[in-house]
């Protein structure tokens, strides 16, 4: 391979310097600390949108922070990656809080509510259909679109939350009595801040009676 074709975007190769540089003024030994291991508190579940960086949003350095996005932040018992990494982030890096971020405004659950083929993604929105479906009568009553969807968004992270909960890998934590809450928050693109929607799980219990409701 020509070395030429090696770097076609110089521009981000200059701000990682500067990135890097701004890092090693502000805490000399950051890198060296975090090259030699990783002790995060929290895994984030969030969607893979763009407009959505994690670390920025929350104000935490990298190695704080364990991340999987997808798209619309979907958390499915077939998904072997996703759930690899909360596997990995419960039983190996022991994090305590487990946050599954949805955001307003997601296309992935504008694509859903659509009534026409997208393709491949498709089987991967009957997940949140599911949930509209659900939650029909509720959403039927909402008769502006963009608040519809941004409801469907929210409803779509609280179902989430209860999915991490009835993995075997958060059941299996909660068993053996670690420590492992699960959040359901929401992030706004309009304002750059989070909201927390209530829904905070940190046992078997509560994870039942929290189905019985639903």
């Known amino acids: 391979m020509r070395r030429d074709k090696l770097k076609l975007l110089p521009h981000l190769f200059e701000n990682n310097k500067k990135w890097a540089a701004r890092i090693r003024a502000s805490s000399p030994e950051f890198f060296s600390k975090l090259a030699a291991q ?30 999987h996005r997808n798209i619309a932040n979907l958390v499915i018992h077939t998904d072997m990656n996703c759930l690899l990494v909360l596997q990995y982030a419960v039983d190996i890096l022991k994090i305590k809080h487990v946050i599954v971020c ?25 997940h949140i259909r599911d949930t509209w479906r659900r939650n029909q009568a509720e959403l039927e009553t909402i008769p502006n679109e963009s608040e519809r969807n941004n409801r469907l968004c929210e409803l779509n992270v609280l179902d989430q939350v209860i999915n991490v909960g009835n993995t075997t890998i958060v059941q299996d934590a909660w068993r053996r009595g670690q420590s492992t809450v699960i959040h359901g928050w929401i992030y706004d693109l309009a304002d750059g801040l989070l909201k927390d929607l209530g829904m905070c799980i940190s046992s078997r219990d509560e994870l039942r009676i929290l189905q019985k409701e639903k």
């Not at 990783?38 to 991340?67: H, K, M």
């Not at 949805?102 to 929105?125: F, S, T």
Request: with cysteine; charged share 15%; aromatic share 10%.
């Open 38 to 67: 990783q002790t995060p508190e929290y895994l984030w579940i969030g969607c893979s949108d763009s407009r959505v960086p994690a670390n920025e949003i929350v104000g935490l350095l990298p190695g704080e922070l364990f991340v």
């Open 102 to 126: 949805g955001h307003y405004g997601c296309g992935g659950i504008k694509a859903a509510m659509e009534n026409q083929p997208h393709g491949l993604v498709d089987n991967w929105l009957r």
